[in-house]
């Protein structure tokens, strides 16, 4: 696409001078028709912008996709509709322009974007298929990529399979340099475009190819990915900006594998991805088995689906719906029926989704590895307590050790009522991962003194004293159990 290099900048002043802010477009539209166009419904929303603002054209143009006049397009993009269109973004016909590209403000804890990408498919329900090369806007998964991302500053980042180059922009908020690749030369452009419309271009590199192949003999201090890791039989139109082209998982499995050679000692590669989940064997062991020796890894299961649910989530992705006529029915059926019984014959039970943290320690002593299954609510951005985790597993806990207790955590116990003592205790946390550990009466009494003044193993003797126990035994068993509680997190070193 042949785009004038001043482009980018004079369209931001444009969307500057409309006020085209997250805030204020979540303002005009109220919370009802926000709520709505989240649901992919615009008549709320086109109920709230009649106003002819250039605000409002902005959001009925490229949020609600609906034509608006030329002069209210005029008016909103001073001087910009013919060059807008040249390049793809916008459409011109007989006194009306409509969007051809998406152009929304984007907004994330601290960071404030424009962003660019391919119209939003199947607004009002209307069955919409996307073309193999679409370019995926601001969804879920980069939103959660975006939340799991360590935001410490950085020399190089690499944003792989960047789409319209959204962690690219994120990643140059704290990175002196990012490299953005992919196989999408629409891809590309919009990363490029991206760059240049928020200010950053001098920071993004956008490079053609796939995966590492751009980067062959670079290391990054953080690789932040969330690839095309649809699991499909491949055999229909592979789109882009889901499918790899490669078996099973086995483009999650080959990041996995290849990411510990471009990053710097004490660099992060972290991905969010779906794994199979196989008949004849734990999921953890199957990941595991992927995990190398020179980086630390902290694998997060947070959702798992059945094969049948999982093939409806990515038709339905892909605007295959069967609500019209009898044909599209039968394509629907043929569609699920050929996945589906792919998937069995594969021996996948269920799909895996979660997030993918690999820390190299360039250390000698060997991986510290976790995998875990963890469904439940977390406190977002959940970067912080990735980057707490591999401090907690690395810590190094002895008797001389002085431990304090992370201040979010609360005490649960049950039991029968008017029982004497508790059946059960629960450590849980508040915050980050919200872990909870069932702790027994030592653990408890441990985790409860941990207020940095005396060591552990004072501690420890001093709570055999109380309960009648063998201090060596008591030190014996639960010195690994204090380690446990710093690894998960509930205790902090005193002095780090
Ligand atoms: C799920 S999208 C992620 C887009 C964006 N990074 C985000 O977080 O929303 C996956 C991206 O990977 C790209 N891709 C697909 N195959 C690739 C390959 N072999 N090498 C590099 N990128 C690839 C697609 O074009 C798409 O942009």
Redesign the pocket.
Known sequence: MNTPTDLPARLRAALEQADFTYDSVAETLGPLAHAALGRNETTPGLRRTTGGSALETLVRLFLLQTTVPVERAEAALPGLVDELAVAGLLEQSVGEVAARMDVRPYAADEDHFWVVSDLTPGLDGVPQRVGSDY??G??P??SS?AQLTLRESVGRSL??????G??ALHLAGHSGRVVA????RR?LWMTRFNAALNGIADRVEARE???FEPVADERFDLIA?????VISPATGERL???D??LPGDRVVEDIVRTAPAHLTDGGWCQILANWVIAEDRPWDERLGGWLGEDCDAFVVQREVLDPAAYVELWLKDAGHHPSTGARDVDDYHARYDTWLSWLEEQGVEGVGFGWINLRKHGRTDGPRQELIEWPYDVEQPIAQAIGAWADGVRAEVGPASRLVLREDVLQETQGAPGAEDPATVVLRQQRGLRRARQVDTVEGALAGACDGELTVGQLLDAISDVLDRDPAEIRATYLPSARELVAEGFLTLADA
Do not use: E, H, K, M
């Open positions: 370019v995926l601001i969804s998964a980069s990529l944003d792989l399979g960047t789409g319209c959204v962690q690749t992919d196989v999408n891809a190819g796939s995966f990915t969330n690839p095309p890791f882009v900006y889901r790899s082209g």
